[in-house]
């Protein structure tokens, strides 16, 4: 993996540039808007999506909040998140910032992006930024269209972990 | 309106994205800098700017918090703001995220956006997040230039209102 | 300096975008992964780096919370910080927004960007919006690289200066 991508326009053409791009914005999207079932279409058939504390991902050590290992284990987590979780209702608003491509082979390219999400509660309105992070991702381009291979999600925050009742 | 916009490499090509987006991050840098009697200058003169809570707008309420049918409106409605309100020395800071194109006729173009405003006040340096919420547009290319035909905010938190003394 | 961008598109082709774009995002990467050494690789060897409040900078005051003169100095600089801080373990995490193209001379560009740093702290995993502000950049294009040549941070807060713990 390079430590630096100012080699990315060798890499990328600005069409597939605003592939990736809308792929990463895509899933943020169909959260906010609730529709958070619709990230699994995202995720190619055997990808694998994982959402880890920075402090895990940083040891080496296995134990994530997430980890599916296909679209149809994260469509299954998703409707568990959903039954299980009663919680408040709240609204997720995903910002995007710095998606840089990293590494290409062929038709996968490997992006890092931050993000942050911010949560407001339906009540009484309060505004709390819950979740910052990196996402490293591995994206599978096919003709006019982009999937996520893997998508891994390190969080800043060790310690908001319970606080999960959907994806990131 | 297309549910997933990951066909938007069809819909546009480069050199209009950068249009549209330019178009997106000039309105808010005018309101950064303490402009924002220039925001009007980036809506149609018949355009409409519409900021609205998503408890109402999901609800199909016709309740907003500002609604001008023109530019010239949008023009005394910060003129009556900056006269009105009585309020201690703030900057706003808006960050935006995930510009997607969501559908297109012709040279109007359908998008969406994520924005978040922080403000610090002048006198105790506090940093809050005051808004968060998605940009619903559309917008009018000309030959190099674009212009907001309809711009409405949809903002995430119905308690805040009473606090916009400028528009978003 | 030009005080609407409207016209980009004329100033800069896509590929050169996403050259300076992606200079932006990979100096606010390289902090977040904890490398912040890297920054000295993306300013020109004689390039200027300063970080200065909105309230001094508006009114012309010199005072800045950093100003190195190449990037020897801001080698020098962090090393320092890394030396004489004593702080609580903490991450860093960037948010870049709304980066414009404001003019160009030949092969130097000049661009004005949103940041906002989020810190979490190791121990106890809060979150806090820490920073907001508008960088001021100065870009020289080389074939198929770019560097800072000036990079002015301007922050909207003028209470935070003593947190200041490494660059922005």
């Known amino acids: ?3 630096t991508s100012l080699k990315k ?3 990328i053409p600005p069409d597939e540039y605003f592939l990736i791009q809308d792929l990463i914005f895509e899933w943020a999207r169909v959260i906010d808007e609730n529709r958070v079932e619709d990230i699994a279409k995202l995720l190619d058939s055997q990808g694998r999506y994982t959402v ?4 895990n991902h940083d040891r080496d050590l296995p134990l994530a ?3 599916c290992h296909s679209a149809a284990q994260l469509r299954d987590r998703i409707l568990s998140m959903r ?5 408040e209702p709240q609204h997720y608003r995903h910002i995007i910032s710095g998606i840089q491509v990293m590494d290409r082979e062929g038709q ?3 992006t890092r992006s931050n993000f942050m999400v911010v949560r407001t509660m339906d009540l009484d309105g309060e505004i709390k930024v819950i979740f910052t992070g990196q996402a490293q991702d591995i994206i599978q ?3 006019s269209e982009a999937k996520f291979k893997e998508r891994l999600m390190v969080f800043d925050s060790r310690v908001i972990e319970t606080l999960l009742v959907i994806p990131l």
Chains 1, 2, 3 share one sequence.
């Open 108 to 110: 996968i390219i490997h």
């Open 65 to 67: 909040v997430i980890d």
């Open 141 to 143: 381009l096919h003709e």
């Open 9 to 11: 326009a060798d890499l």
């Open 83 to 87: 039954l299980a979780n009663v919680y």
């Open 52 to 55: 880890k504390s920075r402090f």
């Open 1 to 3: 993996m390079n430590t």
